[in-house]
């Protein structure tokens, strides 16, 4: 097991200075693009686990928005990735992280607008309460 | 982050502040939900072992070498008038390429934008706003006026 997880840590502090408090100032510094995918993995599973295990429909659209967020970073560390390796075309991750916002906002927008809705009719937002459309 | 404080106050959650209330769902649903997590934890250790050096090695330059490059080049931008920071031109790039090549899909965006405030305002109606617009079934109309009686005064008067 340590075996298998070993070469992430590597690649966690891997370039530079020679001790590990140094290497870690180091990579804190220059963080390069594995770190950002971890916390983005991190982000998404944070989000899953929220989305499947809470009751509450608030806290699950927070959950949501950390998905979502998640793949927003994923967006941004690849165009960094790309722009230090001078691709031309990496501003595309920010412009498609600036949509992914947009459509959050919707989505935010209407889902909350669903929650008040639901509210006012079954005076509920415990999630396994609303079962109108279980069959 | 705003449009969730607003819910939250319009919505009583102060029940799961007081804990009175279970916050998880059914045991099976936590159970699966961690079974899938750690299937995602397995997968992007896997994927960061297995395909990450490969990543690394198509790259031309070096990522210390790169990073280097980046400070040199972030030291010779223009400092602003505070001195705390520098002048980039990465935001005129980012605004010059959203609306010259995701145009379309910017005033899409737009639209998209005002559909979800109409539809939320909408959705938001409460029951008085409906009948004062006219905008409640007869027969609904009926029922709640005999649980509130100002409804009569709020609906329009008609000829």
């Known amino acids: 097991m340590l075996n298998l997880i070993s070469p992430t840590f590597v690649l966690l502090f891997q370039e530079g200075p020679r001790t590990p408090v140094e290497q870690m100032k180091y990579a804190a510094v220059h963080p390069d693009l594995s770190k950002f995918l971890v ?40 165009s960094r990735y790309l ?24 989505e935010a927008a209407i889902g909350l607008g669903i929650v008040i809705a639901l509210y006012r009719n079954k005076e509920t ?5 609303i079962d109108l459309l279980k069959w | ?33 961690l079974i899938f997590c750690l299937l995602l934890v397995a997968g992007v250790l896997y994927a960061v072992n297995k395909g990450y050096g490969g990543l690394q090695a198509r790259n031309k330059i070096p990522p210390d070498v790169a ?47 005002l559909v979800a405030i109409i539809g939320s305002v909408m959705l ?14 007869p027969e609904v109309l009926q029922v709640e006026m005999a649980r509130d009686p100002d409804l009569a005064k709020l609906e329009p008067q008609s000829d």
């Open chain 1, 83 to 106: 722009y230090t390796t001078g691709n031309a075309n990496a501003v595309a991750g920010q412009i498609f992280t600036v949509f992914v916002i947009v459509v959050a906002a919707a």
């Open chain 1, 39 to 78: 916390i983005g993995a991190l982000l998404f599973i944070i989000g899953v686990a929220g989305v499947l295990t809470r009751r509450n429909i608030i806290v699950i659209f927070m959950s949501i928005e950390l998905i979502l967020n998640a793949a927003n970073l994923n967006f941004i560390a690849f």
């Open chain 2, 124 to 137: 938001a109606r409460t029951l008085r706003q409906e009948a004062s617009a006219d905008d409640v079934d």
């Open chain 2, 1 to 33: 982050m705003v449009l969730f404080l607003f819910v939250i106050m319009l919505v009583n959650v102060g029940a799961e502040e007081r804990g009175r209330d279970e916050i998880f769902n059914n045991q099976r649903q936590v159970t699966a939900s």
């Open chain 1, 125 to 129: 937002i415990w999630v396994d309460e």
């Open chain 2, 67 to 113: 990073s280097a490059q980046e400070t040199v080049r972030d030291q010779s931008l223009p400092k602003s008038a505070t001195g705390s920071s520098s002048i980039t031109k990465d935001s005129e790039t980012l605004a010059a390429s959203l609306y010259r090549f995701a145009s379309l899909p910017f005033e899409i965006a737009s639209v998209l934008l």
